[in-house]
């Protein structure tokens, strides 16, 4: 895991260049800006949920996310399907849990989508990751109730059972496949203030999982930078507003040099 600022510089260089199409089966809340965000970072994003036209359009994707915050029973059954096909395919996979503790659906969702598919990156808060092993812990709807650190041994031990790689996103990321673990420390506070960043945060995993085959690497780079991006928006707007707008704006401007130097990946 040396040279992970050189990484990420040649990930994002590569995802401009490649612009690969990201396949999302998403929540309302975030379908339109975490698309905008894949456009301003390079991607191409499609949000199709459509039982009868998942399996084709994963077929052309560079990777697959999945994200469970509007969940319903036909979506999650999509889900499966794409997911299954993806897996077929080798097709990267990432899963966003989003709420998972919060109700007994998301939970079992979340959990399922992991059972029957090839999950390549688990991203969630570290409740919802909790959540996924201890049966009583608790979110508080799908904001985290529980640090990094506590989650910390957890998703080690999670990530070796799964054979996946966790990332636990907060203050401090931290990112791990049960052997190797890395903390990303990119950020800025208003991140906290606008609905979803995290979702936007698995986003860019998922761009970066198309060009890079190392699912640690590929999610410590891609998580530095929309750290990066947050900081980058955070000196220039001084509300959520304006935030929302700036982040954008930054995901589209930030240079591969500029992430190369900006990076804050430590390896553990």
């Not at 994200?67 to 966003?96: F, R, V």
């Amino acid at each position: 895991m040396k040279n992970l600022s050189e990484k990420a510089a040649r990930n994002l260089a590569a995802v401009r260049e490649k612009k690969p199409l990201i396949h999302n089966i998403t929540n309302y809340v975030v379908m339109n800006y975490t698309a905008n965000a894949l456009l301003a970072m390079g991607a191409s994003p499609v949000m199709a949920h459509a039982p009868n036209e998942v399996e084709e359009m994963v077929s052309f994707a560079g990777a697959l996310v999945l994200n469970i915050g509007t969940l319903t029973d036909d979506w999650i059954a999509s889900m499966i399907k794409a997911g299954k096909k993806a897996s077929s395919l080798k097709t990267p996979i990432i899963l966003d849990p989003v709420g998972s503790g919060a109700t007994s659906l998301r939970t079992d969702s979340a959990k399922k989508i992991i059972k029957e598919t090839i999950i390549s990156v688990l991203r969630g808060n570290a409740s919802e990751i909790l959540s996924l092993r201890n049966n009583d812990s608790k979110t508080k709807g799908v904001d985290s109730i529980h640090s990094v650190q506590e989650a910390a041994q957890t998703a080690k031990i999670l990530a070796r059972e799964l054979q996946t790689t966790l990332a636990i996103t907060g203050q401090v990321d931290l990112v791990t496949n049960g052997e190797s673990t890395v903390s990303v420390s990119n950020g800025h506070p208003l991140m906290a203030c606008v609905t979803g960043t995290g979702c936007t945060a698995t986003v860019t995993i998922g761009a970066f999982l198309a060009v890079d085959d190392d699912p640690v690497s590929a999610t410590a780079t891609a998580l530095s930078y929309f750290g990066l991006a947050g900081e980058v928006a955070g000196k220039k707007a001084s509300a959520p507003g304006s935030f929302m707008i700036e982040l954008l704006d930054a995901l589209y401007t930030i240079t591969p040099e500029e992430l190369r130097d900006g990076c804050k990946i430590k390896e553990n």
